[in-house]
């Protein structure tokens, strides 16, 4: 597996990540702990070194599953958590908090449950907009001289918010959604991360299985399946959208590879700098996956991706609007 480095600090981590989110639910039934933690292992063998995972997924039974798979090989990977949910006693979430004495309560949390006694990038997860980004920064930074954490991220931050974070504590990465159909941070974010020198992890780099091909009008979503409140997988907007999956597709055929090396690809060839994290449960999915960092797409593919991109209007937003608040873009 080919590496990238996340931040001016030098975090070296593998080419694609693997996101842990839906091992422990997100999309259907909750698959076997004992079945998710052979398959990190398996892709810790298979190259990756990059694992995410947060608190507040499950909550806390993702990064404990996490913990787990990855304490035999703790000094060959890096591991990233996130922080800035409050729960109540019944671990319920209950909102947004980013206040100082949260996060190193939080932090003592994810340090236990991940069975470490450092996290090598912490994200933000949202902006708490009721704590300064500045106390924010500061608390990680603190954190940073204690040694409980190594690096500061943010996920799903505005330009600004990024600028202030940065100007006291470097931030080494910024998590946000990106992909052929998710092109927003285009405009400001990303050329605010190249400026400043900082990694991009895009999430949902395949559309939350959209572009993979494998997902059309006829797919249907269980209640806990959360594309099932998502405007952009209602059939309608399936069906407006497949323009899309079937320009991929049609890349793929003549390049002999997959939709799904495509999509991956083309966030790879877009900075050397992007690293991004497609969770799956599955080893073929796994292999194929981290195949796609060995997929070159010429300058002529690119120019012709970036064509049709210009013609595609994609139908449905990428969250209900309750969700979409939480984010700072």
Same mark, same amino acid.
């Given at each position: ?273 992007? +690293?991004? &994290?497609? @969770?799956?449960?599955?080893? #073929?999915? %796994? /292999?194929?996956? $981290? =195949? ?19 013609? +595609?209007? &994609?139908? @449905?937003?990428?969250?209900? #609007?309750? %969700? /979409?608040?939480? $984010? =700072?873009?």
């Amino acid at each position: 597996m080919q590496t990238r480095t996340l931040g001016r600090e030098g975090l070296v981590v593998s080419a694609l990540g693997l996101g842990c989110m839906s091992m422990t639910g997100g999309y259907s039934k909750t698959p076997d702990r004992q079945e998710m933690i052979a398959f990190i292992r398996a892709a810790v063998d298979r190259g990756v070194t990059f694992f995410d995972t947060a608190e507040v997924y499950g909550p806390f039974i993702n990064e404990a599953l996490v913990g787990e798979a990855l304490e035999p090989v703790r000094d060959q990977v890096v591991i990233a958590t996130k922080f800035a949910f409050a729960f109540d006693e019944n671990g319920s979430q209950t909102g947004l908090s980013s206040r100082p004495d949260h996060i190193r309560t939080a932090v003592e949390g994810s340090l236990r449950r991940l069975r470490t006694d450092h996290i090598d990038l912490y994200y933000q997860h949202r902006v708490d907009p009721d704590t300064p980004i500045e106390d924010v920064a500061g608390a990680v930074k603190d954190l940073i001289a204690e040694g409980k954490v190594r690096h500061f991220g943010m996920s799903e931050a505005g330009a600004e918010t990024i600028r202030r974070a940065n100007a006291v504590q470097p931030v080494t990465a910024v998590q946000s959604e990106y992909s052929l159909w998710t092109r927003s941070i285009e405009a400001e974010i990303l050329p605010t991360l190249e400026e400043l020198g900082i990694g991009m992890v895009p999430f949902s780099p395949l559309g939350k299985g959209f572009l993979t091909g494998t997902v059309d009008t006829a797919a249907t979503f269980e209640s806990n399946d959360i594309r099932a409140v998502i405007p952009r997988f209602t059939q309608e907007a399936m069906a407006a959208n497949q323009v899309l999956v079937d320009l991929v597709g049609e890349i793929a055929g003549r390049k002999g590879t997959t939709p799904a090396q495509i999509a991956l690809a083309w966030l790879l060839a877009q900075k050397p700098w992007i +690293v991004p &994290i497609p @969770g799956t449960k599955k080893l #073929e999915r %796994l /292999e194929e996956n $981290t =195949g796609a960092a060995d997929v070159e797409l010429t300058p002529d593919d690119l120019t012709e991706i970036g064509a049709a991109l210009a013609q +595609v209007d &994609i139908l @449905g937003a990428r969250y209900p #609007e309750h %969700l /979409e608040r939480q $984010t =700072g873009l």
